[in-house]
Each structure stands twice: as C-alpha cells, then as structure tokens.
C-alpha cells in the first residue's frame, strides 16, 4: 500500500528556490575570480548571467514577500520567522549580486589598453570578488572599499565630461572595428576618420565616412581628431576592450530593425545619467520600459482629461451648440449618434515583466484613448489592475468585491468619437506608478503599448470579439522596440523556442462588445467624444440631462451669456477626477433608488429631481470639505483617508437623514464661500473647449 504523497507548500517551494539560488550565485562568484583573465565576450556572458541571477533572485523575493500564511496547504512551524530570515538571504544575495555586476561592468570599461596595466587590474578585481563571497558570511564591509568605490566613481564622472559633446567638434576618430547590429548602423574599422552630423542624445550619433556612406555609431567607440581637439587617450568608457563587439550578423543573419538592447541600455545609462536607464542598467525593468507617453500628457493640462469633454462644444458661428441640441417632441436633449460608438472590455494583460527589488510598485494599470497614430484624439481613461502575488505577471481587472465595484477597477469602458481619420484606433498603454527605494523619487513607466485599429482597409467597422494584442515596447512613436528583448534572442536558436517565446510575449487580452438597441441609445446621448467606465454612465445622462435643460429649454433668451446658478453644473466634471468620489455619488444614488416606486422611476423629471437632492447631500459637502485630503494618484496612505472619510459621512448622512447637520456640525470646516461653487458660466467654458481637435 503505498502511503499518501503529503503537499509541498508555497513557504517550502520558494525556500528550495533560494538554495538553488545560493548556490547558484556561490559558483557565479567562484566564476568571476578568475575575470580578470577573461576574454571580453567571456566577461559580458559573466555579467549578462549575473544580471539573469539577480533578477531571478528578485522574482523568488517577490514571490516570497507575498506569501501567506493562509496559502500553506498544512500548517508550518515558525513561518513568519522562516520567511523573514530568508528574505533577508535573499536581500544579501541580490546586493551582491548588484556589487559585482557593477565590478563587471566597471572592468569593461577600465582605462588602458596595454597588457600590463589590465594585468594590473586583476589583483584588484580579485580581491574585490573576494570581498562579495566575504559578505555571505559577514554583513559588514571594510571603509576601505567603500572609499575605493568612491573615488572610481569620481573617476568615472571625470570622464563622462571628457567625451566630445562638444557640438564644434565634427571630426572623430574609431577606436576599434564596429560592425552593424542593426539596421541603420554605420559599419566601420579601427583608426578611421568620420564626420558627426548629428550628435543625438542617446549615445548613438549620426555620422559619414570617407565613401559618403552615413549611419548611426555609437559615441564610446569615437574620440576626437587630433587635429581638431586636444589628443587623449581612450577613456573608461572606450577602451579597445570594452568596443570589441561579437559580429551577430555574421553568417548571412538578417540586419534587424534598432531595438534597445542590453548592452546599448548600459551604454546610454554611462552617458546619461538618468532613473530608466539606471533601473535598466541594474536589471529593474527591462530594456523595452519607457517613460509614460500619457502620463506626461495628462500632466501637461487637461485637454487630455475627461472634464475638458464634458463640456458642450459651440458651433463655429459661435451662437448655438454642436453636439447638446434640444428634442422638443420628446422634451429632451436629441440622440446623436456618432462614427464611433462602442462597448469594450479588458479581460486580462500577460507575461508583463516585474520589476526587481529596487523599486516598489504602487499601482498598475493600464491607460487607454483614441488614437490615429500621430495625435491623441480623446481624453485619457485610467483603469487599475490587480494582481494575485502567485501569478505577479497577470492583470486583471473587474474584481469582484463586496459592495459596488469602484470604477477605477472597472475593465468595462465605452468609447465615442465622430473622427474622419481612416487609421483611428484605442491605444492602451500598460504602466507602474513606482517609488525609487534608494531616492524615494517617484515616476511612471510604460510596460508595453497596443494598438487595435477600428476600421479596416475598406473603411467598414472591425468585428465584435475578442482581441490578443501583443505589446511593444518603447512609445507609440517608436517602432519595431519589444518590451523584454531577452525572450527574442533566447527564442534564436530554433523553431520550438521561437514557438514557446511567442506564448511568453506579453499581450493584452480585450472584448468589443456588440451593442443592443438600449445600449445605443444611452451612448448617443453622450457628449460626442469621450472615453469612460461603464459603470458611471447613468450619472453622465443625468448631468446632460440637466445641462441641457439649464442651456436649451430654461433659458429665455439664447443670446443671454449670463452666469447660470446650478452647483451640479459647476461642479459636477471635477468628480471625473476624483473616482472615490464618483463612486460615493453611484453608493448613494444606488441606494437611494433602491427606495423609488417602480412608477417614479419612469418619471424623468422626478427622478432628476431626487438626483439633484442625492447630490448635495453627498458629494457637494465633500468637494467643499478643508478635512478631506486633496486627491493624489497612487498613495496609498491618502486614498485609505480620504475613502475612511467618505464613508463615514455618507454612514451620517443615512443616519441622519441627509447632510444639513453635517454642514451645520462645529466639527465640520469647508472651504470659504467662492461663487463658481453655484455658478456655471457655459459661454466660458465652452470656449475653452473650442476647437478640441
């Protein structure tokens, strides 16, 4: 009888990971002794796999952050202590790895291109490794080291300012053979003159030889002509050493289109000194990681924000509106339907890289417009994702929760636009909102783009249905830049890997939904571009609704541009900033319908009646609230505040029965009375939002 196979829990799966790992990096160490007498190709294969171990060492860090203890399929003895101790193994392990890839690097580069000064070196390079094995045993390091890691720091800020980037200086000698990677490149041999045309500030310059050809070089292989500056030796970024690159075109291999790779990443992170380049030098994020593109567009205004769309857009004589015109057979604002005019859900994102230890994560999500390839043709719709920390590299979205889904999570978005353009399609961007441990500098990456064209070559509406579109990397501008470039190189060696390597490309999974009649109805009677969640919709025709009645049917004369007194007018577009308090107006208009006759809820000026007094017992007194915090994107700490806050005044309000002893309350502090709380001046706003595009 054989006896019952007990369960291996997660503690104990990544506990036997890290002592694969220890060991791992105990023979890497034992490796790098002998570095000094390496070959280059022999030390950038050392340095590319201690970067692969130091990532792997993260990813079993993360991994094991995440656990808990409810996850055990059994109990385990001491788990909390278990778990802290190798963390802090796995800590140790990740730093020493991060000291000797900058030694590797450091020896890639060192000055010098005689023998005698490199075997020079070696005793350096070996003591140093020494040093790192000597931390596994001991976690304190001798000042003398650190002092040495200073001053070859200084050094290499010396050089960096010693590079020609002086834009006088055209003439430039190769310091070594240099053979093109990529396509675009300038192929050329050592001692040879070229002209810079242009120098870019990525490292790779424009340039032209004696035969008139031009292509990009990079600057470490160059230095400046005797004749035109003052003569210097290579320096710890251009020894012949460090440029002497494997020939992978070689054999009749086909001249890629420019990516980033590794290797250049490390260059560019040399010549300029910034947060990307630095996290992708270390192995933090892979080389395919960009800035985010619609961040920064949302940082620059708000013509790329949800509010600027809502307000109504005047006609070109000025006089009328064009997209808010009045039905008076229905006594309501008319349905306009418009070129584009759907339902799209977002299922899931896999494969997408996590970063390593260097840097903590605090949102992920994914943001998403309308564009045509060459300009942004709506506002900017965020929606975060969650993760389980089983399975880090997969996003979904619309959890379920108890309670309402906030709409921040929610993946089902709808789309609107009357754009002529044949090439408009949805660009989603992946992005991390992220905090730098070492710097406590924040930022946002992009983890990969796509692009789902709307309309085929003929014009006609692309099919409902599911979509996997993978992702590039670098911007919507650039072109032919994966994400991780390592799963491309591992997949060259065969037809199955290249198989397998296309399951691991990162992608996105999304739906577009066929609409139904009703669906259509709600959407023409949105404002004529826009990009939203779905689960909002019904308080947007509200605001139109009233809108349309406060612009079109109440006011007397047309030509009278005079202030209109209406709070939900004036302050209604602020919530599309403010999610948690869209949703505390969607908690308490659901509850308050909960409580309406099936016959007053056919009634549409009843029900904008009761929308009106559901607002200003919630959201209003919030908006002009001096307790609540001022809403930050991506803090934890102040969006647990500000929601503690909200709920808690909508629970008063219940019990209460409204908000007027809340305003009145001594405890309560608001803002002091300023006219554009009640006041909407249409005519100044929609001139604002005139011409959008």
């Given at each position: 009888?054989?006896?019952?196979?007990?369960?291996?829990?997660?503690?104990?799966?990544?506990?036997?990971?890290?002592?694969?790992?220890?060991?791992?990096?105990?023979?890497?160490?034992?490796?790098?002794?002998?570095?000094?007498?390496?070959?280059?190709?022999?030390?950038?294969n050392?340095?590319?796999?201690?970067?692969?171990?130091?990532?792997?060492?993260?990813?079993?860090?993360?991994?094991?952050?995440?656990?808990?203890?409810?996850?055990?399929?059994?109990?385990?003895?001491?788990?909390?202590?278990?778990?802290?101790?190798?963390?802090?193994?796995?800590?140790?392990?990740?730093?020493?790895?991060?000291?000797?890839?900058?030694?590797?690097?450091?020896?890639?580069?060192?000055?010098?291109?005689?023998?005698?000064?490199?075997?020079?070196?070696?005793?350096?390079?070996?003591?140093?490794?020494?040093?790192?094995e000597?931390?596994?045993?001991?976690?304190?390091?001798?000042?003398?080291?650190?002092?040495?890691?200073?001053?070859?720091?200084?050094?290499?800020?010396?050089?960096?300012?010693?590079?020609?980037?002086?834009?006088?200086?055209?003439?430039?000698?190769?310091?070594?053979?240099?053979?093109?990677?990529?396509?675009?490149?300038?192929?050329?041999?050592?001692?040879?003159?070229?002209?810079?045309?242009?120098?870019?500030?990525?490292?790779?310059?424009?340039?032209?030889?004696?035969?008139?050809?031009?292509?990009?070089?990079?600057?470490?292989?160059?230095?400046?002509?005797?004749?035109?500056?003052?003569g210097?030796?290579?320096?710890?970024?251009?020894?012949?050493?460090?440029?002497?690159?494997?020939d992978e075109?070689a054999?009749?291999?086909?001249?890629?289109?420019?990516?980033?790779?590794?290797?250049?990443?490390?260059?560019?992170?040399?010549?300029?000194?910034?947060?990307?380049?630095?996290?992708?030098?270390?192995?933090?994020?892979?080389?395919?990681?960009?800035?985010?593109?619609?961040?920064?567009?949302?940082?620059?205004g708000?013509?790329?924000?949800?509010?600027?769309?809502?307000?109504?857009?005047?006609?070109?004589?000025?006089?009328?509106?064009?997209?808010?015109?009045?039905?008076?057979?229905?006594?309501?604002?008319?349905?306009?339907?418009?070129r584009?005019?759907l339902?799209?859900?977002?299922?899931?994102?896999?494969?997408?890289?996590?970063?390593?230890?260097s840097?903590?994560?605090?949102?992920?999500?994914?943001?998403?417009?309308l564009?045509?390839?060459?300009?942004?043709?709506?506002?900017?719709?965020?929606?975060?994702?969650?993760?389980?920390?089983?399975?880090?590299?997969?996003?979904?979205?619309?959890?379920?929760?108890?309670?309402?889904?906030?709409?921040?999570?929610?993946?089902?978005?709808?789309?609107?636009?009357?754009?002529p353009?044949?090439?408009?399609?949805?660009?989603?961007?992946?992005?991390?909102?992220?905090?730098?441990?070492?710097?406590?500098?924040?930022?946002?990456?992009?983890?990969?783009?796509?692009?789902?064209?709307?309309?085929?070559?003929?014009?006609?509406?692309?099919?409902?249905?599911?979509?996997?579109?993978?992702l590039?990397?670098?911007?919507?501008?650039?072109?032919?830049?994966?994400?991780?470039?390592?799963?491309?190189?591992?997949?060259?060696?065969?037809?199955f890997?290249?198989?397998?390597?296309?399951?691991?490309?990162?992608?996105?999974?999304?739906?577009?939904?066929?609409?139904?009649?009703?669906?259509?109805?709600?959407?023409?009677?949105?404002?004529?571009?826009?990009?939203?969640?779905?689960?909002?919709?019904?308080?947007?025709?509200f605001?139109?609704?009233?809108?349309?009645?406060?612009?079109?049917?109440d006011?007397?004369?047309?030509?009278?541009?005079?202030?209109?007194?209406?709070?939900?007018?004036?302050?209604f577009?602020?919530?599309?900033?403010?999610?948690?308090?869209?949703?505390?107006?969607?908690?308490?208009?659901?509850?308050?319908?909960?409580?309406?006759?099936?016959s007053?809820?056919?009634?549409?000026?009843?029900?904008?009646?009761?929308?009106?007094?559901?607002?200003?017992?919630?959201?209003?007194?919030?908006?002009?609230?001096?307790?609540?915090?001022e809403?930050?994107?991506?803090?934890?700490?102040?969006?647990?505040?500000?929601?503690?806050?909200?709920?808690?005044?909508?629970?008063?309000?219940?019990?209460?029965?409204?908000?007027?002893?809340?305003?009145?309350?001594?405890?309560?502090?608001?803002?002091?009375?300023?006219?554009?709380?009640?006041?909407?001046?249409?005519?100044?706003?929609?001139?604002?939002?005139?011409?959008?595009?």
């Amino acid at each position: 009888m054989t006896g019952r196979r007990s369960r291996t829990g997660p503690l104990q799966n990544a506990l036997r990971r890290g002592r694969e790992l220890r060991e791992q990096v105990s023979a890497l160490l034992q490796q790098s002794k002998n570095a000094g007498t390496m070959d280059l190709d022999k030390k950038k294969n050392l340095s590319r796999r201690c970067l692969e171990l130091k990532k792997s060492v993260d990813e079993n860090a993360f991994t094991l952050q995440n656990l808990k203890k409810s996850d055990e399929p059994a109990p385990v003895g001491n788990y909390h202590q278990r778990k802290e101790e190798e963390e802090k193994q796995l800590l140790k392990l990740s730093q020493q790895l991060e000291k000797l890839a900058s030694i590797l690097s450091r020896e890639n580069v060192m000055k010098g291109s005689t023998v005698d000064e490199k075997s020079k070196t070696s005793p350096k390079i070996k003591q140093e490794n020494e040093d790192i094995e000597d931390d596994e045993e001991c976690d304190e390091e001798s000042t003398e080291d650190e002092e040495e890691e200073e001053e070859e720091e200084e050094e290499e800020d010396d050089d960096e300012s010693k590079l020609g980037d002086d834009s006088t200086i055209r003439h430039f000698t190769t310091l070594g053979d240099f053979t093109a990677q990529q396509e675009g490149d300038l192929t050329f041999k050592a001692s040879e003159l070229l002209l810079i045309i242009d120098k870019k500030p990525d490292g790779w310059w424009l340039a032209k030889n004696s035969k008139g050809e031009s292509g990009l070089v990079p600057k470490t292989y160059l230095t400046v002509y005797e004749k035109e500056g003052v003569g210097r030796g290579p320096s710890d970024e251009e020894t012949e050493e460090d440029i002497e690159v494997t020939d992978e075109t070689a054999g009749g291999a086909e001249i890629l289109k420019r990516t980033d790779s590794h290797w250049s990443a490390v260059k560019k992170a040399i010549t300029e000194n910034n947060t990307l380049d630095a996290l992708t030098t270390m192995g933090t994020v892979p080389a395919g990681f960009r800035p985010s593109t619609l961040s920064q567009l949302l940082e620059e205004g708000v013509h790329f924000r949800a509010h600027y769309f809502l307000q109504p857009e005047l006609t070109p004589s000025k006089l009328a509106f064009r997209d808010l015109v009045w039905n008076s057979e229905k006594g309501t604002i008319q349905s306009r339907s418009t070129r584009i005019s759907l339902i799209l859900t977002l299922w899931n994102c896999k494969a997408i890289p996590f970063p390593g230890l260097s840097i903590q994560v605090l949102s992920r999500h994914v943001r998403l417009c309308l564009f045509d390839g060459n300009r942004v043709l709506s506002n900017i719709h965020t929606v975060r994702a969650t993760w389980q920390p089983k399975n880090p590299k997969t996003w979904t979205f619309s959890p379920r929760v108890t309670g309402i889904l906030p709409c921040l999570l929610d993946g089902d978005c709808f789309v609107r636009s009357n754009s002529p353009s044949p090439d408009t399609g949805i660009l989603f961007e992946l992005g991390i909102t992220y905090i730098r441990n070492s710097t406590g500098e924040r930022g946002e990456l992009s983890c990969g783009w796509a692009f789902l064209k709307l309309f085929d070559s003929s014009g006609i509406p692309v099919p409902s249905k599911t979509y996997e579109l993978l992702l590039n990397g670098g911007t919507p501008y650039e072109k032919g830049v994966e994400v991780d470039p390592s799963i491309s190189r591992k997949a060259s060696i065969g037809v199955f890997h290249q198989m397998i390597a296309q399951r691991k490309q990162p992608q996105l999974l999304v739906k577009l939904r066929s609409l139904n009649t009703r669906s259509k109805d709600i959407l023409n009677l949105l404002p004529e571009v826009l990009v939203g969640s779905m689960c909002y919709i019904h308080l947007l025709l509200f605001y139109r609704q009233i809108l349309g009645d406060a612009l079109l049917k109440d006011r007397l004369n047309m030509q009278n541009a005079d202030l209109i007194s209406n709070p939900i007018l004036s302050t209604f577009p602020k919530l599309m900033e403010q999610p948690d308090l869209m949703d505390a107006l969607r908690s308490a208009w659901a509850e308050k319908e909960s409580t309406l006759k099936r016959s007053e809820k056919r009634d549409r000026e009843f029900l904008k009646s009761v929308f009106t007094l559901v607002y200003h017992d919630s959201v209003f007194p919030l908006l002009q609230s001096l307790l609540l915090p001022e809403y930050r994107w991506a803090e934890e700490e102040s969006e647990g505040t500000r929601w503690r806050m909200i709920a808690d005044f909508l629970k008063q309000n219940r019990e209460r029965d409204g908000a007027l002893s809340s305003l009145l309350s001594s405890e309560s502090l608001y803002k002091a009375f300023d006219i554009t709380e009640v006041a909407y001046d249409f005519l100044g706003e929609a001139q604002k939002s005139s011409p959008r595009f």
